[in-house]
């Protein structure tokens, strides 16, 4: 039985890492140039800035900062701090991390509507030298150039357009169905009786079961009672692959000798690949059952994957791996928030329910059609994307040509880091933006905010290959579970605020009481 | 193992192909009476498959680019197939997942266009240039009555015509 749901970011990074090269101390405009001649034109009355002109965070500084003001595992805060104190844009030289630093919606649209036919997001040396230490194919996020855009190609048929990710509706209800049979066991084992604990790792494993139905094309044993021990070492690699991502980044690498944290980071990526390889090779092997039993080989994405003849068996495991390992968090993390914010505001949870109910009438299980017609119900994932964004850091590196941002002129191969959570959380382009407020995203005739100011996929055509699939999941669980269940929050969990693990995660266990709602209101 | 089975996969290769690429196309959501190397056609009238409508397009620099294509072709399509002379077009291969097949309609043909979804919508705010009447190419599929009508391909922004006094474009997003 094939089930679903995926999500990849393709934009999918905690910080970029460029080694450090020698800024250009000058630019010299040759005379023939006709870009630098029309900017030289056009900029007749203002000389242009450089790198040199910004603010600067060294080593020092960067690590002061972490350790010392308390941001290691809220590295997405110390974006609003440093946003306060150097402003909208500054360049970081430390250690491994480069690049300039965007912190205002108007730079960013700046620099992404300047993006390059094949947008890069910069050398992602860490993920990239666990693939070449292992010999496996780059994936979706790690490659670059042309051989990414052909890639993304065969990888954005049947994931990427609405009308083929609604086709995968029917497999995703199937794994929402085993999803909610397990909440009410969960709640029946619970001390009151409707409370659900440690609810981060209830939802990895709906979120890894739905993601592997689409990927593998076979159920994975997620929803049972008991998981099977290879799919709980796969959540506990990709947990410590992001946990240890940070460290690695900011220490250089003769430490690695030294140090717990770069084996650490290795194993965890081992772990992912080895049970993405298993996976595959077991459709590999049912393919060929099938051919040498003169049967139709019949089946959904990893099947067009494998049989399109345009992936080599090696890219197959690289990218469906990428794509597996970006689907299982994102989606767990902003499917937990979206629960956490609905059960702290009743006012906004009944408006949902109150769509979810007009549309469902009695037991009725959503379409896939029927959730892409409750406007408020996206605009509460969009909401919760905002405030929690799924990279709240990511980059461009502009590798062709020079670049002007602002009143800065920046060489080519220059690194971009996009702060996202200090953009989606700027109060002139979201007002309360600390206030979970879905009603912002309403179509309705309301002026609404800059759409560059939350893009928690990605923009163009770097922009995330599973993002459909991942807002079908999402719009499909949250409108079962609210037509089903009240939310209301655990009072002795207290407020849950957001560490950095590449993605944000609660800080805490997250408990919940799904306390069931009344037949008769429906 | 994992090499005895890629051995094999790969002597099957040919033959899982042609198998798939059977099984593939009987499971297109959406029939076609031809073929389309890119796009999702949602158009399809086999009855009036070869009727050609005219479409003008009103390219960057100020030149016509006239041409004629069949009822139930996308915008995308008619771009791409023909390599008009459109720089950027169709990036994502109209998968709505980029804003490159931005066109702009005259309001009267604009009326005659179909709904717009919340997909479309959520790539239209991110279109440079967005206008009123404002659609994706990718989306908007040729029918009789679209005969004549003509199209402005929007600018794109580019480093040469940057003005770092001129604050950065900021289209109203289209309700």
């Known amino acids: ?522 | 193992m994992s090499a005895c089975v890629l051995r094999a996969f790969l002597q099957r290769a040919a033959v899982m192909r042609q198998a798939a690429q059977q099984t593939i196309s009987q499971t297109r959501a959406f029939p076609q009476s031809y073929t389309h190397i890119r796009g999702i056609n949602t158009y399809a009238n086999s009855l009036r498959a070869e009727e050609k409508v005219t479409v003008h397009f009103l390219n960057r620099d100020g030149k016509r680019i006239t041409v004629k294509a069949s009822i139930g072709e996308s915008l995308l399509d008619v771009v791409v197939d023909r390599d008009l002379d459109i720089d950027g077009f169709g990036a994502c291969e109209g998968t709505l997942a980029c804003s490159t097949c931005h066109l702009i309609f005259e309001e009267d043909v604009y009326k005659k266009l179909g709904p717009v979804s919340d997909e479309e919508m959520d790539m239209l705010d991110l279109a440079y240039g967005l206008t009123d009447t404002s659609r994706l190419g990718c989306q908007v599929c040729l029918r009789k009555d679209l005969d004549g009508m003509i199209l402005r391909v929007p600018d794109v922004i580019s480093d040469a015509r940057a003005d770092s006094e001129k604050e950065s474009s900021t289209a109203p997003p289209k309700i």
Not at chain 1, 68 to 80: A, C, I
Not at chain 1, 176 to 190: G, N
Not at chain 1, 236 to 265: C, D, E, G
Not at chain 1, 482 to 496: N, W
């Open chain 1, 1 to 522: 039985m094939a089930v679903s749901f995926a999500l990849s970011s393709a934009e999918r990074l905690g910080w970029c890492f460029l080694r450090p090269t020698t800024a250009a101390t000058g630019f010299r405009r040759a005379a023939g140039n006709s870009a630098a001649a029309s900017v030289s034109v056009q900029d007749g009355h203002r000389k242009l800035k450089t790198e040199a002109d910004l603010p600067e965070i060294k080593i020092f500084t960067m690590l002061y900062q972490m350790l010392f003001k308390g941001y290691l595992n809220s590295v997405h805060e110390l974006q609003l701090y440093q946003k306060q104190v150097y402003g909208p844009l500054w360049k970081i030289n430390a250690g491994n991390l480069q690049g300039i630093s965007i912190t205002s919606v108007e730079l960013l649209e700046e620099l992404l509507r300047k993006d390059e036919k094949y947008p890069c997001r910069g050398y992602m040396t860490l993920w990239t030298e666990h693939r070449d230490l292992r010999g496996i194919s780059y994936g979706p996020f790690t490659e670059e150039g042309e051989k990414w855009y052909k890639l993304r190609a065969v990888l954005n048929k049947r994931m990427l357009h609405p009308k083929d990710s609604l086709q995968y509706g029917d497999v995703v209800n199937a794994v929402i169905t085993d999803f909610i049979k397990r909440i009410y066991y969960l709640r029946e084992m619970s001390p009151t009786g409707d409370l659900v604990s440690n609810l981060t790792n209830e939802l990895y494993r709906f979120s890894l079961e739905g993601i592997a139905s689409i990927l593998f094309e076979t159920r994975i044993g997620c929803l049972e009672k008991e998981i099977p021990a290879e799919t709980q070492e796969f959540i506990n690699s990709i947990a410590q692959m992001f946990t240890y991502n940070m460290h690695v980044a900011l220490l250089p690498n003769w430490t690695r000798n030294y140090l717990p944290f770069w084996q650490k980071y290795i194993d965890g990526w081992d772990g992912i690949f080895k049970f993405g390889t298993k996976m595959i090779n077991l459709k590999m092997e049912a393919i060929q059952t099938r051919l040498d039993t003169n049967q139709e080989v019949a089946g959904e994405y990893l099947t067009y994957l494998l049989s399109s003849g345009k992936m080599s068996c090696k890219d197959v495991y690289g990218s469906v791996s990428e794509v597996l390992l970006a689907g299982v968090d994102t989606t767990s993390n902003t499917m937990l928030w979206a629960l956490y914010l609905l059960s702290k505001d009743p006012a906004a949870q009944e408006t949902l329910h109150q769509e979810v109910t007009k549309v469902l009438k009695g037991d009725r299980i959503p379409t896939a059609e029927e959730v892409n017609s409750m406007p408020f119900l996206k605009a509460v994932i969009k909401e919760t994307l905002r405030l929690y964004p799924v990279v709240p850091v990511n980059s461009r590196l502009i590798a062709e040509s020079e670049v002007i941002i602002g009143e800065y002129l920046f060489p080519k191969k220059t690194t971009f880091n996009l702060f996202h959570y200090a953009i989606s959380h700027d109060e002139k382009v979201f007002p309360e933006p600390q206030k979970f407020k879905p009603e912002r995203w309403l179509r309705d005739g309301r002026t609404r905010p800059n759409p560059f100011g939350s893009i928690p996929f990605g923009f163009g055509v770097r922009a995330c290959v599973g993002r459909r699939i991942a807002e079908l999941e999402m719009h499909l669980a949250l409108a079962r579970l609210i037509k089903l269940f009240e939310m209301r929050p655990d009072p002795t969990v207290g407020e849950v605020k957001a560490n950095f693990r590449s993605v944000l995660v609660p800080n805490k266990k997250v408990n919940l009481h799904f306390v069931e709602r009344q037949k008769t209101e429906t």
